[in-house]
């Protein structure tokens, strides 16, 4: 969305007055109650016309952020309410499109913020010029001289932590687009004496602290110096920490800046050698001694301070040891030399440690010029940057002091004459008759001290030079003598009798009456700060050494170049180097910020007002307004002012057609505001005075109300009416979808209940129709019921009567019956005997009988003895007979079956018969034995050759020849034997070879033992005491058990007549040699498939597991 375009003015919002020339009325306590209020209320920038006024907060605001730098970019400098950044943008806007150099002056005394406003300045001019690799580069070498710069001049004050301790003039160059391309740094006055003494509660330069708190041991050991700061004379030691201020990566910062700024390694340590070399000279100390003429000499106390200088310096020891001691005069061709005492020594010491560091810092100034101009020929656009110190007055104001308020002395003359030219350019421009402007012109007070001929400055060069002794005395004496008529020149001791009685005027001071205020000066210490003196032999010294950077700095002490003519004057130095600076300036538009500082204890949200006022006295703040109000007060371009009022001329509102001149004419006009009021000029309205403004802004605020309020009552007015609108279009809706929703719940109910009363007529019809129906049948079935009755009555009568007839017919016959029997047994009685009822029976008896065996003869079952078919029986009585019957058949065919049997085929029986005796229902092997046939011998010994010798030792007939496991009885294995029984015998012989291994003779036999489960385990339990029972019983396992104990049983029977015992037990004892052993048979699992497994578990057990 595009950024609506709002139109605003430095009157919108305003908090007190943002331009002190719109200040009614103006007088001295207006000024500061407006500064104030607007200062309480965080708006620190106030303007007069084009000027800046800065009051310090103290405290960071958020007031610099991009966005405000956006904010104020390509803005008019009185669309937005004051700021630093509105002025910036003017001058840069102004250089960069008319092609206009600029100067911004910045003022104020120490602490009121100049340095961080010519940052503030540096750095949005930064932010709103062109970019690029090269561009930025310029801008990052421009801004980090700063931190250079305030590291070596800059020092901690009583007044300012960060007291800018040199004057500082930058001019930045541009190109033709408004880049940067490089600048020039001037400096102005470095106030050296702060390196060898500090006034209480301030400390030397920033660098000796950061250096000593920053550099690392090694650096440190290089320039020989130590960490700690008491080390150092020229360190004053009560506030060497400043609160807030890290020394250490301060140090880090500068480094980096240096480097940035283009310094080399070899020059940023040789800057440090110098920096070490000055702190160490303070430690450097004299003693007298007395000599021959009975004059006092110096002589350093100790010299190891100075050993190390000279070889940090590469001086030659012995001639700055003499450089100590004696001064040399050369006067036309003569050399004299003179010993130094203590305090000149002393004084020596001082002032080389000061011009070493003032000329390296006007080095370093220089160095960082060389990095920074601008590499091009092509004319540059400039902007100019000063920061210099403001007014001074302090308690006692020395040489110094009287310096810098001369130079400001200039800077205000400048200002004067140049917003008056501004002024004055203005009205020619605009067209608007110039009136006469009453202000104080300062020149006479310049005049009064730069004066060529009799001026204070040309006063005390003269005294300086002039052969003969020479005091700060003469000097008083000499301006009472020159300036006693001035003006503002004020003396005890003058001539004219004026100040005879003034004792606030000591006898050792001049006053001057500045521009900004009766400043008095202690004369002592100006010969000496004007002379500046370094003794030559000092500054011959240094070009010795072999240190090139202190070499070049001290020029003048090459004796080739030996000048007898007395160096330049420190005053009229800076009087040459502030004519150059004003030339400068004067070719520049100007544009000034004037700081302020509200209180004297660095806090924020004090206003103090006396401080204040002293400053706005001295600044010439009034002055400065009234000047810019003597003509016209106020002044805008015809578009932005009939912009702005148009609304209060009905002709100009709300849009005027003509030129924007004619409209603001009319519109003044219709306001009937006086004609001596305002002036039109070319292109601006110039009002007088700011009442006149003010009305119009009152005016304009009512008619902005009544606007509103207007605008609000339309708006109100139309969003009512839409509303409403909206309301009924709303309602019409609802009202239809409900209507149609009620009709159309109102059809479902009528449905409904059509319905409803439908089905109930219907019913109500059906069940007439089921009721008629119902009747009808009823009357039909009624009727047949009665037919029905009536004949079932009809027809039980009948059947009752013949009943009765049939009962009566037949009671007839019976009767008739018995009486015919009756009548025959009468009869015939006579021809029966008695016993004829018992034949008869008899007889009938016979014939059933009878009948009952021809029927059986027919149907007699098979003769198979398996065949279970017999007929059922015919008669009750003869049950018994039937199944005796059936007995008999039975048993005979049984027999029949019987006598077809072959002496083997019986003998096979025989044996099945035995063994069915022994051990049916006994053992659970015995029920899948019986299918099988008993071979007996299953071994053929006769045909195989292997066992021709068994063959031939057994004589008898062989009963079972079969391969048996042999159970060990030691370990429940077992191995195969073939098992013989002969009639006689039982032998065990070897399977493989056929040797006999045992023989038991029959006899020996006891006992069989056996399990009564599924298994072929046995047990041949042998006599006790006979010779085949020394090996004890035998126990053996085989597939044809049943067989093998049945033929063992019989044969035993047929030889001995004995029954050969049995015994089916599922535990019995088997006699192993001496122990006996029992056999236990368990139910085993099915892990070994179907096979019984024998384990000897203990010494008296054998468990055989039987799946
Ligand atoms: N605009 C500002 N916003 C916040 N703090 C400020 C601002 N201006 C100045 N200050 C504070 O005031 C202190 C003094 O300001 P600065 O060093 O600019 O004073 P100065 O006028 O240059 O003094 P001197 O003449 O001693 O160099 C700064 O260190 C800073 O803390
Ligand atoms: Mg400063």
Known sequence: MA??????????????????????????????????????????????????????????????????????????????????????????????DQDKDQCILITGESGAGKTEASKLVMSYVAAVCGKGAEVNQVKEQLLQSNPVLEAFGNAKTVRNDNSSRFGKYMDIEFDFKGDPLGGVISNYLLEKSRVVKQPRGERNFHVFYQLLSGASEELLNKLTLERDFSRYNYLSLDSAKVNGVDDAANFRTVRNAMQIVGFMDHEAESVLEVVAAVLKLGNIEFKPESRVNGLDESKIKDKNELKEICELTGIDQSVLERAFSFRTVEAKQEKVS????????????????????????????????????????????????????????????????????????????????????????????????????????????????????????????????????????????????????????????????????????????????????????????????????LYRDLSQAMWKASHTLIKSLFPEGNPAKINLKRPPTAGSQFKASVATLMKNLQTKNPNYIRCIKPNDKKAAHIFNEALVCHQIRYLGLLENVRVRRAGYAFRQAYEPCLERYKMLCKQTWPHWKGPARAGVEVLFNELEIPMEEYSFGRSKIFIRNPRTLFKLEDLRKQRLEDLATLIQKIYRGWKCRTHFLLMRKSQIVIAAWYRRYAQQKRYQQIKSSALVIQSYIRGWKARKILRELKHQKRCE???????????????????????????????????????????????????????????IYEFTLQRIVQKYFLEMKNKMPSLSPIDKNWPSRPYLFLDSTHKELKRIFHLWRCKKYRDQFTDQQKLIYEEKLEASELFKDKKALYPSSVGQPFQGAYLEINKNPKYKKLKDAIEEKIIIAEVVNKINRANGKSTSRIFLLTNNNLLLADQKSGQIKSEVPLVDVTKVSMSSQNDGFFAIHLKEGSEAASKGDFLFSSDHLIEMATKLYRTTLSQTKQKLSIEISDEFLVQFRQDKVCVKFIQGNQKNGSVPTCKRKNNRLLEVAVP
């Open 3 to 96: 950024k609506m375009e709002v139109k605003t003015s430095l009157l919108d919002n305003m908090i007190g007055v943002g331009d002190m020339v719109l200040l009614e009325p103006l007088n001295e306590e207006t000024f500061i109650n407006n500064l104030k209020k607007r200062f309480d209320h965080n708006e620190i920038y106030t303007y007069i016309g084009s000027v800046v006024i800065s009051v310090n907060p103290y405290r960071s605001l958020p007031i610099y952020s991009p966005e405000k730098v956006e904010d104020y970019r390509n803005r008019n400098f009185y669309e937005l309410s004051p700021h630093i950044f509105a002025l910036s943008d003017e001058a840069y806007r102004s250089l960069r």
């Open 338 to 533: 003179t010993t130094l005492n203590v305090a000149q020594a002393y004084y020596a010491r001082d002032a080389l440690a000061k011009n070493l560091y003032s000329r390296l810092f006007s080095w370093l100034v220089n160095r960082i010029n060389e990095s920074i101009k601008a590499q091009t020929k092509v004319r540059k656009k400039v902007m100019g940057v000063l920061d210099i110190y403001g007014f001074e007055i302090f308690e006692d104001n020395s040489f110094e002091q009287f310096i810098i308020n001369y130079c400001n002395e200039k800077l205000q003359q400048i200002f004067i004459e140049l917003t008056l030219k501004e002024e004055q350019e203005e009205y020619i421009r605009e067209g608007i008759e110039w009136t006469h402007i009453d202000y104080f012109n300062n020149a006479i007070i310049c005049d009064l001290i730069e004066n060529n001929t009799n001026g204070i400055l040309a006063m005390l060069d003269e005294e300086c030079l002039r052969p003969g002794t020479v005091t700060d005395e003469t000097f008083l004496e000499k301006l009472n003598q020159v300036c006693a008529t001035h003006q503002h020149f004020e003396s005890r001791m003058s001539k004219s009798s004026r100040f005879l009685n003034d004792t606030s005027l000591p006898h050792s001071c001049f006053r001057i009456q500045h521009y900004a205020g009766k400043v008095l000066y202690q004369v002592e210490g100006f010969v000496d700060k004007n002379n500046d003196l």
């Open 781 to 839: 079935e009624a009727a047949t019921t009665i037919a029905a009755y009536w004949h079932g009555t009809q027809a039980r009568r009948e059947l009752k009567r013949l009943k009765e007839e049939a009962r009566r017919k037949h009671a007839v016959a019976v009767i008739w019956a018995y009486w015919l029997g009756l009548k025959v047994r009468r009869e015939y009685r006579k021809f029966f005997r008695a016993n004829a009822g018992k034949k």
